[in-house]
C-alpha cells in the first residue's frame, strides 16, 4: 500500500517561513492536499492541489511537488499557525485515501 | 451553506457494533463521495472508506473490510458508518467528511463522533 512520510514535529520562528515534507514514491504525479488540524477540532483543508485556494485560506499558504516529495509552505509563521498538518493523496492503485503521520508546527 | 452534522458519542463494549450517522445540509448528498476517517486519541488521521457519488458504490480500507459499511439515505441526506465487532483500538473520534471531486480532497468535516469501546 502507498505510503506518505511526514517529519513528527517541526518548530519556525515568527514571520519565518514553515515547509513541511510529504514523502512518497512518485508523489509529484498525484494530487497532494493538506489539511491543518487545530487541537479538538476537525481538520481543515488548506491547500488544494489543482484548484483555487479553499476559501478563507490565508495566500500564505502554498503546496509544492518535486520527485518523491510534496511541500507545504507556511510564509510569515503566526502563533496561529500552531496544528498539527497533515498530508493527503489518492492512491489510485487501490482507490484509497492515504493520510501521511501528521507534522506538529510550533511557532516560537 | 454546507454542513455536516454528526449524531452523539457512543459507548459500546466489545464485540459490538456501532452506526455512525452523517446529516448532510447545503448541498444533495448523492452529488458528492463522502468519506469516513478516523482517529484514535493522540494519533494521526486513518481513512475508513467512502461511497460513492450517484452510485452507493462504496470502497473501505483493507484495514477495516468485512467489519464497516457505508450507507445513505437519500430521503434524508444522511450518510452512515456502521462498525462491527468492536474492540478497544476502535475507540477513536469517527469523521465524515465531503469529498469536493478533485482527487479525493475534503473540503468539509462533520464535528467528529467519540466512538468508546470499553468493557
Known amino acids: 500500500s502507498y505510503v506518505l512520510t511526514q517529519p513528527p514535529s517541526m518548530s519556525v520562528a515568527p514571520g519565518q517561513t514553515a515547509r513541511i515534507t510529504c514523502g512518497g514514491d512518485?508523489?509529484?504525479?498525484?494530487?497532494v492536499h493538506w489539511y491543518q488540524q487545530r487541537p479538538g477540532q476537525a481538520p481543515v483543508l488548506v491547500v488544494c492541489?489543482?484548484?483555487d485556494r479553499p476559501s478563507g485560506i490565508s495566500e500564505r499558504f502554498s503546496g509544492s511537488k518535486s520527485g518523491n516529495m510534496a511541500t507545504l509552505t507556511i510564509t510569515r509563521a503566526e502563533a496561529g499557525d500552531e496544528a498539527d498538518y497533515y498530508c493527503q493523496v489518492w492512491d489510485s492503485g487501490s482507490n484509497h485515501v492515504v493520510f501521511g503521520g501528521g507534522t506538529t508546527l510550533t511557532v516560537l | 451553506q454546507v454542513q455536516l452534522v454528526q449524531s452523539g458519542a457512543e459507548v459500546k463494549k466489545p464485540g459490538a457494533s456501532v452506526k455512525v450517522a452523517c446529516k448532510a445540509s447545503?448541498?444533495?448528498?448523492?452529488?458528492?463521495?463522502m468519506h469516513w476517517v478516523r482517529q484514535a486519541p493522540g494519533q494521526s488521521l486513518e481513512w475508513v472508506g467512502w461511497?460513492?457519488?450517484?452510485?452507493?458504490?462504496?470502497k473501505y480500507s483493507q484495514k477495516f473490510q468485512g467489519r464497516v459499511t457505508i450507507t445513505r439515505d437519500r430521503s434524508a441526506n444522511t450518510a452512515y458508518m456502521e462498525l462491527s465487532s468492536l474492540r478497544s483500538e476502535d475507540t477513536a473520534v469517527y469523521y465524515c467528511?465531503?469529498?469536493?471531486?478533485?482527487?479525493?480532497?475534503?473540503?468539509?468535516w462533520g464535528q467528529g463522533t467519540l466512538v468508546t469501546v470499553s468493557s
Open positions: 492541489d489543482y484548484g
Open positions: 447545503g448541498y444533495t448528498l448523492t452529488n458528492y463521495p
Open positions: 461511497i460513492n457519488a450517484g452510485n452507493d458504490d462504496t
Open positions: 467528511a465531503k469529498d469536493n471531486k478533485i482527487q479525493a480532497a475534503v473540503d468539509y
Open positions: 512518485y508523489i509529484e504525479y498525484k494530487r
